[in-house]
């Protein structure tokens, strides 16, 4: 058999196992009574609900003869009003309606719970990467500095951040800090998120360093360079190349701990997950369409990473 | 020469213990002049590396004194910067920048230390490069290039800050021994050209040839010193003599 029919073979029988599990998996929900309502799901996605035009005050309805405009008269009193470009009359020519009913439909197409969610899962992971990538290449560098007050900051905040779980550090920022600073829920998630992963940042950008022989620091500083310049120019594009694999893999963890911001009042993708199921009684497909779509997030920003790893590839 | 050449190196008793409490050098004395090549030679641990290192401050020494150009380097107040854009070194290991090309590996300390413009550095580096016979590899990358040529590279990237002295710690020893020669035939032409030059070598050929004064250590001292043809020729030194028995 040649060695690529094997590796084929091979790569065949994972995705039979993982198909075996899934049926098993799909065999025993059916086992415990639950109804699958897939089709609840699109309209917490995008959402068709427009704007609703309600009727202004109690009174009769007249709907023009082409049908693209609506006219009010009061029951009581002389008040009409007109309404127009709406998608859909609600109301018949001539019914008597009440205050706050509705009679008009506009179609809307916007972005429903989940999508919503999954935007500011967006926003708040993207900013408190970019923090974290400033504070984490700051505190890295303190790690390796030759002055020892640098080193010793540096460890200590390092140290205190990987000891403790980032779920009781975002009550900290969300309820001591950001009540002395009056920070909104959503500057709290980014300074939680931000300032634990420059925690992993910094050692990820310290070993980094350290991997680059001492010959280049030494070559940098017999040419003259500053210990800056010999930072910037020598040190730091060789460290990136052995930076840039680990940092995918912590951005990633930075967009899966993002959830945990879901115990302040922010409803990110995993917030709307929750509230979702409260109101489709659906978990089981709701929470298989979140993961799904956080898998997407990590799933393009890995296939990023891996372009960029290429593009520094190139040199030895 | 008419008038006594200025002297670029005073090292005077330096001595150099390591934070781990090893003496690389203990009352080392030693004087370079301008022009002048001088060649270090000793058993591996003699405190070769660590006597030449000490010249550019890249090894701060612990005791003695040490004047090189005109910087007192055993003070505190030490201009290092100033003085290593005057003092050129070359590795055994090359230590090429490898993300930079041949030609970016040139220009980088020309153009961010003196303020060179690129035109200019590039400029520069292509006379450098042209010397030692690597104009048409200015755009490779170190990696592609062989031993002996990212060695002559090294000395061309210390070559364009325009130094008073360059320092050579074992140039030839990490290169295949087809290219050791085209390293040393660049060394002896710099030496033509009455560069400065202190070089740590076990090329005895190289030091017979060129060296104006050769110099034996061992045991982080400096035992003896002399012109090449006696060095070599009439050994007082008995530890130089059993030395010389084992390299010959
Ligand atoms: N960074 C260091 N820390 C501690 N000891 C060191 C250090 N560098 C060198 N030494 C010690 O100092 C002594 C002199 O070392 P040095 O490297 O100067 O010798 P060398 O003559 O250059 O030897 P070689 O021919 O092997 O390069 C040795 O005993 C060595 O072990
Ligand atoms: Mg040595």
Known sequence: ?316 | MDQPAAVLIEARDIEKRYPNGVLGLKRASLSVKAGEVVVIVGPSGSGKSTLLRTFNGLEAITGGEIVVDGHVLHQRSADLRALRQRVGMVFQQFNLFPHLTVLENLCLAPVKVLKLSAAQADERARVLLAKVGLLNKWDCYPAQLSGGQQQRVAIARALAMQPAVILFDEPTSALDPEMVGEVLEVMKQLAVDGMTMCVVTHEMGFARAVADRVIFMDGGEILCEDVPEAFFGAPRHERLQSFLRQVL
């Open chain 1, 1 to 316: 058999m040649s060695p690529s029919l094997s590796r084929w073979l091979w790569h065949a029988v994972a995705a039979a196992l993982l198909v075996t599990i899934g049926s098993g998996l799909y065999l025993a929900s059916k086992r415990i009574d639950y109804t699958w309502r897939w089709e609840r799901i699109p309209q917490y996605l995008i959402s068709t609900e427009g704007d609703d035009q309600k009727a202004p005050f109690d009174g009769f309805v007249a709907v023009s003869e082409d049908g693209r405009a609506l006219s009010m008269t009061a029951l009581r009193g002389a008040e009409t009003a007109e309404f127009t470009g709406f998608s859909r009359i609600v109301a018949g020519n001539g019914d008597l309606v009440f205050e706050g009913d509705v009679i008009a439909k506009t179609d809307a197409i916007s972005a429903g719970p989940l999508l919503v969610g999954l935007w500011l899962t967006l926003k708040i992971s993207a900013l408190s990467l970019v923090f974290a990538l400033l504070l984490g290449l700051i505190v890295g560098l303190g790690r390796v500095s030759k002055n020892p007050a640098a080193r010793d900051l540096a460890a200590f905040y390092v140290e205190v951040i990987r000891g403790t779980p980032l779920l009781v550090q975002i009550f900290i920022v969300y309820f001591f800090i950001g009540t002395v600073l009056q920070l909104s829920a959503f500057a709290a998630g980014v300074v939680a998120l931000a300032v634990f992963t420059a925690a992993y940042v910094a050692e990820i950008v310290r070993a980094g360093i350290e991997a680059v022989p001492k010959g280049q620091t030494e070559a940098a500083q017999s040419v003259g360079l500053s210990g800056f310049q010999t930072m910037r120019y020598v040190i730091l594009p060789q460290a990136t190349r052995r930076i840039l694999p680990p940092l995918a893999g912590q951005s990633i963890n930075l967009i899966k701990d993002s959830s945990l911001v879901s115990v302040m009042a922010l409803t990110d993708l995993t917030k709307a997950g929750r509230e979702v199921v409260s109101s489709t009684f659906s978990p089981f497909e709701v929470w298989f369409v979140v993961a799904l779509m956080y898998l997407l997030l990590t799933g393009v920003l890995s296939v990023a990473v891996r372009r960029l790893e290429r593009r520094y590839a190139v040199q030895g």
